[in-house]
């Protein structure tokens, strides 16, 4: 969960009291103290155990070092106050080079990129699931290419892989490609990031909340169109991590499992694709890297 210091802790609390058991953390949101502060809080009170829950942390990009990534983890799992993840991913196939833990290490306005082979950081992680500090590996902003490599050498399979999913990006090759390997899909940004600048041009498309094919679905179920989107991974059989910081609407984005989306409201949507992301990978020369993922399959 990304979000404003502050706002975190209260709103795990909220997420948890209202059923979420899925808890997507990452070390680059700079904010697993605060999630462990509220997973402690409710793991005391009794009311949940640690084996009903389902945490998922990320290694950053600055860890991808064989060397870096126990310590990454120990430190994840530290801030949120744990003895084990459920899932570890590999945040992106593109490491940095680690220069004192620097986040986005760079020189003259530009990234510093690591040689490290994704293939490298993968059999330290792997180290993770034999030492029991994690319960199973995976990625993150991988592709088809990628996934097809790391498949070939891996001695454990990655478990999943988080990727933008939503109308507006369907992926069918990528999708395809993971059901067929048994690779969990996890879509995020399923409401387009509306939190970002919207990406303005003449064929840039409505923000997806308000795109009119979405809002008259939504309208003829008697549901939001928050929760559509929701509804639309599910019914292809992929996970979702809708994040919000705004309690109305984190109970809001967990009631999608009294209504049904027909097969062709489905593939209406899967229509809406005009292959628009809009999480920015490709910034200050990342597009560059040696393992970056989107210009491939
Ligand atoms: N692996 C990766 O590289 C990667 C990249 C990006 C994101 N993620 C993960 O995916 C999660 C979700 O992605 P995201 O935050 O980019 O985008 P998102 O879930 O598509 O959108 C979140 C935004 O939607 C708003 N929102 C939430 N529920 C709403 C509703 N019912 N009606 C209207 N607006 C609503 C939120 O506002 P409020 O919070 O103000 O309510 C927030 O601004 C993140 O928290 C993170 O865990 C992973």
Known sequence: MESPPGAVQEAVEVALDAGYRHVDCAYFYQNEAEIGAALQKKLREGRLKRDELYVVSKLWNSFHAPQDVKPASLESLTMLKLDYLDLYLMHSPMGFPNINGEL????????????????????????????????????????????????????????????????????????????????????????????????????????????????????????????????????????????????????????????????????TLEGLDCNTRFIKWNLLGMETHQHFPFSDK
């Not at 369907?170 to 993971?178: A, G, N, S």
């Open 104 to 267: 986005m290490p760079q020189k003259d306005g530009l990234l510093l990129q690591s040689d490290v082979d994704y293939v490298d950081t993968w059999r330290a992680m792997e180290k993770l699931v034999d030492e029991g500090l994690v319960k199973s590996v995976g990625v993150s902003n991988f592709n088809v290419s990628q996934l097809e490599r790391l498949l070939s050498v891996c001695r454990i399979k990655p478990a999943a892989n988080q990727v933008e999913l939503h109308p507006y990006l369907t992926q069918p090759e990528l999708v395809e490609y993971c059901k067929a390997k048994g690779i969990v899909l996890i879509a995020y940004s399923p409401f387009g990031c509306p939190a970002l600048p919207f990406p303005s041009g003449e064929n840039s498309p409505v923000p997806l909340l308000e795109n009119p094919t979405v809002n008259e679905i939504a309208q003829k179920h008697g549901k939001t169109s928050a929760q559509v989107l929701i509804r639309f991974h599910i019914q292809r059989g992929i996970a979702t991590i809708p994040k919000s910081i705004t309690p109305a609407r984190i109970v809001e984005n967990a009631e999608v499992y009294d209504f049904h989306l027909t097969r062709k409201e489905i593939q």
